[in-house]
């Protein structure tokens, strides 16, 4: 029989994971480890660290601040319908609705979606253009790091031994920000995405672009920020942008790849018209 | 009968339903859940596209003490799965021609000791030859497996007086190429074997054709009929998929079962292994080349069809008759020449598919017409009307179009239901007023065959019975299977009407070989319109030999209709009446020629498809679909919808969404739900389909079969609708973004060429 | 280790593997064989049950998170409830592997939404795969159920 942890409080958890960081995979709600545990049951691992019991890790709270925390084993169901991401963050509760279809958003969690470290993960992008925190404990403490910073590779995280996310800190958004978000998936539902695109574009008083975010997923091996882009944009009005102008920016963010889902010569044209339609007419798909 | 006894409603409940609704309906899956003997079995399959098998390795890594191992030679009867052709090995031997063939057959009783031999088991493949994937590549011939690496080649050949106007005719030419197509039934295919105290091998599973299953097990087991019984179990869906892969799954189980000493072996493929080596539709590739007189008269049709048969023979010479049947479609032409090709291929066998061939050739056919139509500038509903058969026309096989032919009422209610000429017009302002998504309206006229091709119920010979049974109840013994279209309520329907008697004095025995007559397999739209039309004779039959019992007249009431019954009964197999298939009066079908009848009815069809195109994305969505059929009379209207309905959305997939993707062995790489994409509920919206009842189909009370039927108009019809929106000729399915933004990008730069 | 839940409101105590899958615990361990495996991945939708009250596919939950849990499954639903009686009349099973799910899926639909429309049962069944129907027949059984067409 397996080993099966399942703790009450976080220390609890962490002490497991601090004493033997290799012993444990960590199962939230199981939606993306209990495919790889069938496709490959080979590959179990010797315990199983189970934090669905972990109350401590659930919920959204907005705080004094106007910061906006989602703790980590938080539902998507339940980011999808909370009031405050619906009002100020609308970007994430629009990402959530799209993660799967309701069975799996009832389970799957926020932390488990960043953990798991897709490249085509849907919510990633949204927390990206929001500029996130991410909120990581071990035995030892707590750290705060920008989420930007978080995926180290394909598949790869920074994670070190011992730790895991326990929440994701969000701050208001620049009054008069256009907000976007689209996922252009492999059908209408329950798709993986082949080009995802989250935007915050902030103006200036002159209706230039302030410092706007555009965050991708399935256009390289990481979730990703289009930096370049971005910064080229920066002080310009909008509508001046030509079309060429940002798929030839992009080549400096995105590096997409064809594979069984899409062609990388798609995934390139149609990263650009997002970006421009995210710069013309901010909506939510 | 008192008329108030009567239950002729149009729509009876399913007799299924409730179970099925409520989970109480046993699959393979669910039964001997708990049987302590049962054995579990896995495959170990090739992995070269074609070699030859030089050794099996079974590791020295697990206890194989007690595992039930089976290789080829342990075949006691021929090894070679039966069907058309003896080519296809129950287990690879030495020579083998594409990856995922069976090689060696595992059972135990721990599924995890199971997995860990199966992992074990190296086989030593050695390549020979080069393998083909291609059409193209396989008649270059480069490599050549079987000669010519061509299975079947069929040729269709009509000649008439054309039409003389003095001018030229307007001619194009088109090739179009259409992708394999995952069935994707959503329980898996599976079977039970065991050998029963009496000696019997009994095999129960998910299957379409109990029949073929039995042959393909004398066969390879080298017992006679009366040793081998096969049982149906409930079936969780088949479209073809299920047609004559259950037949080597059979063979692998009772192998097993009859190495581990007669102990129930249970094989059951899980989705990857089913969607990576069981049968898909045909890839096929068509040129086409059409020509018409100015006024739009169609004067030829020449096609060569072609279809990618995969690794062995298996069903593909039916499936390419079919195509070929189907390729000129309904319309009224002199001179219509289709040649048709089944060519070998490394993939593994391509097979039935609801349509069978037809839906491939329909495709090219439609889409050519359209391009026609604007060579002619034509709308292309005008110009079809002015092809499409009449009664009393000569069709493409030589044979009178009868009374009921019925394709123009079908696109004439088409047109005024869709607002077609309206809905154009509208499509046209919007796209010119340049917004960011293009819409367009697409048709696609066609007709489908039911029933076995040319002379094929009539080799068939199909047989019912019907039973007394001692609870005074009569019982259709048939071996065709309810697999979800509804045939264990419409045959009992059809047995209750015409026996003059509720349906609940009417039962659908269980499909078991042991007891049911061959009546045939459950493919090609046969079931309702062939095997129904014999229970309606076989009734009338049972009728005159049912005892005298207390009632006055020909017609009794409910009790005495039953102690009737009981009474037949009461005679054994004496009571019992047997209907058998006997040819139509008509003229016969040529095999040669291809001229005659090629089916006893078609059923007459026009969609239309709105479809709007994103810009942004390429994506393209449904706005509306109009699906108009003369399918004779509905048994059951409520179950011929959603017939209709659920083959209109499996043809909406083929045309946007589903992409069968090869690996390097040529083997399905998207082996998952996750990455096969069939449509979701999100993706369909509603469908308006209207049927037209003209009552003169070889059915019960006129029915025509359609089961296949509605999956041949989506995909010409949402291709001409997209080509209607971006004003782009596409030339294959399925037409995702990806190869529509690589279609527009070509365009734009020929285009820019041609303009510098 | 042993967990202790409620299956169809009957107090159950699994003693398989935590990590085993939900799906083979109701099926193997308890003998309920109408929750239905179609993919062994969440895709499908054929194995939907209920886990407190909110549709989770039980091919991907581990029966070791569900201490204390409440599983409803298609067992628990009854003949003349509204859902099986409106999927019976609108003829929305065909070959019925995916009708359990499909229920289950509805039912989980109109309690949080009972008066739900056409839109919101096309997402709210979009994890639900069905070959067979073509999804026409389970949205008006599903409109019905919610009392949005005319019973007749």
Known sequence: ?285 | MRSGERDFSRNPLRLDGMDKILGRTPYLDDLHLRDPDLLFAATVRTTLPGGVLEGIDFGGGTDWSDMTVVTARDIPGTNAVRLLENDQPVLVEREFRHAGEAAVLLAHPDRRRLRKALLQVRLAERPAGVPVFTIEAALQGQAETIPGNTYTEYRLEKSGPRQETGHPDTVIAVEVETPSQEQLYIEPQGMVARLAPDGVVRVEGSMQCPYYVLDALVQCLGLPASRIQVVQTATGGGFGGKEDFPSVIACHAALLALRAGGRPVRLVLDRAEDLRVTPKRHPSRSRVRLAATPEGRLQSVAFDFDLDGGAYRTLSPVVLSRGVIHAPGPYRCPDVRVTGRAVFTSHPPFGAFRGFGAPQSIFAMEVAMDRLASRLEMDPAEFRRKNLLCPGDTGPTGDIAGEDTHARKALDVALERSGYARRRTEHEAWNRAGGPTRRGIGLATFCHGAGFTGNGETHLASRVTLAATAEGKVELLVSNTEIGQGAATTLVQVAAEALGIPMDLVVFGPVDTARVPNSGPTVASRTCMVVGKLLEKAARRFLEQLPPAGGKGNAPGRPDFQEACRKLHALGGAGEVTETYAAPPGPAWDEKTFQGRAYASYAWAAYVAEVEVDLVTFETRILHFTAVQEIGHAVNPQIALGQIEGGIVQGIGWALLENVVWNGSGVMANDRLATYIIPTSADIDGIDVILLEEGQGAGPRGAKGIGELPMDGPAPAIANAVRHALGVDVDRLPLTPEYLHARLAEQQEVHSWLSK | MAVEMTINGLPCRSTADPACRLLDVLREEFGLPGTKEGCGEGECGACAVLVDGQLANSCLVPVGQLEGAAVTTIEGIPANSPVAQAFLACGATQCGICTPGMVMATVALLQDNPRCTREDVRRGLSGNLCRCTGYARIYEAVLQAAGDLPHD
Request: hydrophobic residues 40%; proline residues 7%.
């Open chain 1, 1 to 285: 029989m397996t080993e099966w942890r399942r703790p009450r409080h976080l220390r609890e958890a962490l002490e497991l994971l601090g004493e033997s960081p290799d012993r444990y995979r960590i199962v939230a709600g199981g939606t993306d480890v209990m495919v790889e545990r069938h496709l490959h049951p080979e590959n179990a691992p010797a315990g199983w660290l189970d934090i669905s019991g972990l109350s401590e890790l659930r919920g959204i709270a907005r705080l004094e601040t106007g910061e906006l925390r989602v703790g980590a084993m938080t539902p998507l169901s339940a980011v999808r319908e909370d009031a405050a991401v619906r009002e100020s963050w609308p970007l994430l509760a629009a990402s959530a609705a799209v993660t799967g279809a309701p069975a799996i958003q009832n389970r799957a969690t926020l932390g488990g979606n960043i953990c798991n470290a897709s490249p085509a993960a849907d919510n990633p992008p949204v927390l990206l253009a929001y500029g996130a925190e991410i909120e990581i404990a071990s035995a030892g403490g707590v750290r705060r790091i920008p989420y930007s910073a978080f995926h180290a590779g394909y598949r790869r995280t920074v994670l070190g031994q011992g730790e895991m996310v326990t929440g994701l800190w969000l701050k208001p958004v620049p009054r008069g920000s256009r907000q976007y978000f689209r996922k252009v998936g492999t059908r209408a539902a329950q798709a993986i995405t082949k080009v995802g695109l989250a935007a915050v574009v902030p103006f200036g008083p002159d209706g230039t672009v302030r410092g706007a975010r555009f965050g991708f997923s399935s256009v390289a091996e990481t979730p990703c920020l289009a930096r370049t882009t971005a910064a080229a944009l920066e002080g310009r009005s909008p509508l001046a942008v030509p079309s060429g102008e940002i798929g030839a920016l992009l080549e400096q963010d995105i590096a997409p790849i064809s594979d069984l889902r899409s062609t990388g010569a798609y995934r390139r044209q149609v990263a650009a018209r997002l970006v421009r339609e995210a710069l013309q007419a901010g909506h939510f798909q």
